[in-house]
Structures are given as C-alpha cells and as structure tokens.
C-alpha cells in the first residue's frame, strides 16, 4: 500500500496514482495490469473514476488548470495503451452499431468524451472520433460519408448548447436525422437541454450514455 492510498483511503492503486498525477506508477500498473489479465474496460473504469477526482480537486481550489491538463495527458496516454486491447476484441465480431462522435463547436474539453469512446468501443460499437470544436458541416459531412447509427455530441460549457441545437437543426435540414438518433453528452446536460437541442437522448455520464446508446441497437444490457 502506497502514501496516498493510505491517506485518501482510496483501496484502488490505479484511481489513487492517476488522480495524485503519478503519471509513471499509474502506466506501470496499467501494463502489468493488463499483462496479469485485468480487463481493458476495468482500467477505464479505474480512469474514469480518477478523473472525477480530479474534477473535485479542481472545484475545491486544490488543483489548478495545469493540474487538469496533466490528468488528462495521462488518461490520454492509459488510453492508448488500453485501445489495442479493445480493438483486438471488437475485431473478432460484428459491430454492434456505428457511432460518429465529436465536442461540438467552440468547446475544447474531450476527456469526457474520449471515455465514452473507449466505452464504445469496449462495448462493441465501430466509432468515428471527429475531436473537438467540430463545425455543424463537419457533422453533417462525416453523417454523409460513414453513414453512423447514433451521432454523439459532446460538450461541457454551457454556452455550446445553443451550438448543439444548431448542429443538431443542421442534420436535420440535411436530410440526415431519419433512421439514425442523436445524444448529447457532458457533465451540465440534463432533460431540458435535450429538449432545447431537439436531441434524442442526452447522458451525463458515459454508463447512463453506453446503456442509452445499446437500447437504441437493441442490445440493453440487464
Ligand atoms: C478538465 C477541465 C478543463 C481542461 C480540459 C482538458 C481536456 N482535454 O478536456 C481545460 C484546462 C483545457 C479546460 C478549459 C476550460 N474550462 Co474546463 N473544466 C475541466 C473540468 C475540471 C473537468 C472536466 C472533465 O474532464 N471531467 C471528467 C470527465 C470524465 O467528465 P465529463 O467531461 O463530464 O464527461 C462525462 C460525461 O459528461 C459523459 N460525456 C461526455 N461527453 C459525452 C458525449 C456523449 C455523446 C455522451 C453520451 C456522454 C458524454 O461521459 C463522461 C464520462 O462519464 C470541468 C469541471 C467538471 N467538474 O466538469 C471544468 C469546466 C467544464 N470548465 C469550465 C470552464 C469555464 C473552462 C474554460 C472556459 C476556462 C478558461 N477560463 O479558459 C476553458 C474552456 C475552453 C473551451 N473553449 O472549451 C467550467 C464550465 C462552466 C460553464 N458553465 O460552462 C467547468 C464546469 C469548471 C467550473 N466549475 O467552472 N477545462
């Protein structure tokens, strides 16, 4: 047991080293986690819960904007080494559904986002990850040419919903809202920003997210 389990009486090694910033312990413990077997989606998991911490700290003047940016290089780097795992597993099989992802216009915030893809994509869903500050056209583009199930918007300021809305009006002006859903994500959506978009669904945490998006195809999990 390490200094900060013993003080943040944390009993998981993984959360503790990522959300103290202990950026060589925690992608330590990560490879030999996954060489001795422990699940990709357990270390997201893990990460995710790091994360929130870290957001925590933030709120509570303890951390500070280079602190936030730190986490995420490190959620960025677990990420990766995770990713191939899942690749590896979806494939094996047919995709359970096409998502095209992205942090809408004017909102640069993407660690949110990039666990709902690494979720996905453990749970079976080919994604598309356009990244941050995607235009409306850019939206509508990438709906023309890979043709998702479900297209995802992200976005965490407050002032980007008016852009989700506009995003959302400009698929539907394309002709391209028939036969596909759409969700918002991000930790200050709820009903009535979905309602105000013209979203389909709206999840402010990446699990509430993955169930909405795996009923959508039919496969909700007990
Ligand atoms: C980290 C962080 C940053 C980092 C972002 C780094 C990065 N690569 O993302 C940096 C330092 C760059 C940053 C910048 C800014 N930030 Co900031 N930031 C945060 C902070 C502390 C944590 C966000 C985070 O990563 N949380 C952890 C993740 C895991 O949670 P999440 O993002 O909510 O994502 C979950 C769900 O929302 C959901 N989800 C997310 N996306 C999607 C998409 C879909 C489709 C689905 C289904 C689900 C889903 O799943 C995720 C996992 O459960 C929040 C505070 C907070 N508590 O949220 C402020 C916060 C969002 N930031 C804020 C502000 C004001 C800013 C700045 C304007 C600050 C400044 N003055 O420059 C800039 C904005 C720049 C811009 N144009 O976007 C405010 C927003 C206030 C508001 N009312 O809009 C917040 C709330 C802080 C605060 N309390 O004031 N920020």
Known sequence: ???????????????????????????RVVREG?????????????????????GERYEASEYFIPDLMYAGAIAGQILD????RIQEA?????????????????????IGKNVMVFLLEANGFRVKDLGIDVGKEVFVEEIKSFQPDIVGLSG???????????????????????G????IGGGQ?????????????????????????LSWMGEARK
């Open 180 to 183: 596909r859903n759409i969700i």
């Open 1 to 27: 047991m390490n200094i900060c389990m013993l003080e943040d009486n944390m009993d998981n090694e993984l959360v503790c080293l990522v959300s103290d910033l202990e950026e060589q312990e925690a992608l």
């Open 189 to 213: 959506v709820d009903e009535t920003v979905k309602d105000y978009t013209g979203a389909d669904g709206f999840a402010a945490d990446a699990g509430v997210g993955i169930q909405q998006c």
């Open 90 to 110: 979806n494939d094996q099989t047919e995709p359970v559904g096409k998502m095209l992802i992205g942090t809408v216009a004017g909102d640069i915030h993407d």
């Open 156 to 178: 965490l300021l407050t002032s980007v919903f008016e852009t989700m809305k506009e995003t959302v009006d400009a698929i539907e002006a394309a002709g391209l809202r028939d």
């Open 34 to 54: 996954l060489a001795e077997g422990v699940a990709p989606s357990a270390i997201l998991a893990d990460t995710r819960k790091a994360l929130d911490i870290v």
């Open 81 to 84: 080494i995770v990713k191939p």
